[in-house]
């Protein structure tokens, strides 16, 4: 009697305690409890879409016959056979804003088909075919940056391509000769190629004009080309194409500047209307080199240089990590003897002699006494020229002017 109390047995005839029964019984139930609410999830969905699904079945009807239908009374014939529904008030609302907030237009049979395919191959997780088949939807009804955050959405598994990579590569190879994604699509599109490494699928479509371009998505290709050296030069190349394209031509010149094509970028900075002084300053800061100075700061055939070489070297004295540039540039002038020095101070009518000084003050906190020597001998020889005090280390102009 004790055994039949504590056990119980199984289909086979084992012997199971009987708290491990009431432990499996109390998992099982919580098991269907769980399953009891999905079904009802599911169920709801089901029965909203069969709501939509009918509104636009309906809709359809009413454009091809020509027959003008309240909404109330549209609304109200498609929805009263569900209306007992939970939530169903809540819906009707819904959809009449719907109709309220936008005209309706044709409503076409096939794109529903579409949309009950893709939404079949996209919830059973064949994502390759559920990306062609939204990127083929008719009048690009698909095409857009909702379904690209779906395809987001999804978990992406280990040695597999991200389902949002494979939704951009469907956009670009079903798209028209003359069709370019949307700018939110072409930065979502591009950020997840690169992020797959397909920097070729890239270059295909900034080449071949299938995207929108924008600053962001130069940013994102140069942002790549930084961490990623391998293929710096050519996220820089594209980077250069969209800058232009973009008339943002000072990131267009820092691009060339970045894969070593300084003489195109100066040439490009020389000849570009809408570029000024202060654009070439900006891209000589981030991307400091002696070759880049010195072709800024070299005199035009028929006008003055790009920069002025000592309001160049004044503001790159003044900083730690651009100095030395200033510094090789001032080395390189006096190594040629005095001569070569007075000239280039007396040719730079972009800088004062306040400028100079300024320069000489510089190059003292920085202990280069024997720039700050050669550039004060020159300024001081010039007429009308005085000091201050007769040491020439920590001497003062005043009342200069250049012959």
């Known amino acids: 009697m004790e ?75 498609t929805l009263e056979n569900i209306r007992e529904a939970d939530g169903m008030d809540e819906d009707i609302c819904s959809i009449k804003q719907l109709f309220e907030d936008q005209e309706p237009t044709r409503a076409d049979a096939s794109e529903l088909d579409y949309l009950d395919r893709f939404l079949e191959l996209f919830e059973s997780a064949q994502y390759e075919d559920a990306a062609l088949s939204a990127a083929r939807a008719p009048r690009g009804v698909l095409r857009n940056i909702d379904t690209m955050e779906m395809f987001k959405g ?105 894969r070593g094509l300084i003489h195109s970028a100066a040439e490009f900075l020389k000849h570009c209307e809408d570029l000024t002084a202060e654009d070439s300053m900006w891209v000589l800061c981030r991307s400091p080199s002696l070759s880049l100075l010195q072709l800024l700061t070299e005199p035009l055939q028929d006008s003055a240089a790009i920069l002025s070489v000592g309001g160049a070297c004044a503001a790159l004295l003044a900083d730690p990590q651009r100095r030395p540039v200033a510094l090789q540039l001032l080395d390189s002038f006096v190594s040629q003897g005095r001569g070569a020095l007075e000239e280039v101070i007396v040719g730079d009518v972009g800088s004062s002699v306040d400028v100079w000084t300024h320069v000489v003050s510089l190059c003292s906190e920085l202990e280069r006494d024997d ?32 012959l």
Not at 156 to 172: C, D, I, T
Not at 205 to 225: M, Q, S, Y
Not at 373 to 397: H, Y
Request: hydrophobic share 40%.
């Open 154 to 258: 999804v978990e992406v598994l280990p040695g597999s391509l991200s389902p949002s990579f494979l939704f951009f590569w469907a956009l670009l190879f079903t798209a028209g000769a003359n069709g370019e994604l949307s700018a939110p699509l072409s930065l979502q599109g591009v950020s997840c190629a690169l992020q797959s490494g397909a920097l070729q699928l890239v270059s295909y479509a900034v080449t071949h004009k299938k995207l929108t371009f924008t600053e962001e998505l130069g940013d994102i290709l140069t942002e790549h080309a930084q961490e990623n050296p391998g293929v710096a030069d050519l996220c820089l190349t594209l980077a250069t194409i969209i800058y232009e394209a973009c008339r943002l031509h000072r990131k267009a010149a820092l691009s060339m500047c970045r």
């Open 3 to 77: 055994t039949q109390r504590d056990a119980l047995l199984d289909r086979k005839g084992h012997c199971v305690p009987l708290e491990v029964k009431t432990k499996l019984d109390a998992e099982l139930q919580a098991a269907k409890r769980r399953r009891d609410e999905l079904s009802a999830e599911n169920n709801h969905l089901t029965v909203l879409y069969k709501r939509l699904r009918s509104v636009w079945d309906c809709l359809s009807s009413w454009e091809e016959e020509g027959q003008p239908v309240p909404l109330e009374e549209l609304v109200g014939s």
């Open 371 to 402: 720039l700050s020597r050669a550039i004060l001998s020159v300024l001081l020889s010039q007429s009308g020229t005085t000091i201050v005090t007769p040491d020439p280390e920590g001497a003062q102009l005043m009342e200069h002017v250049y």
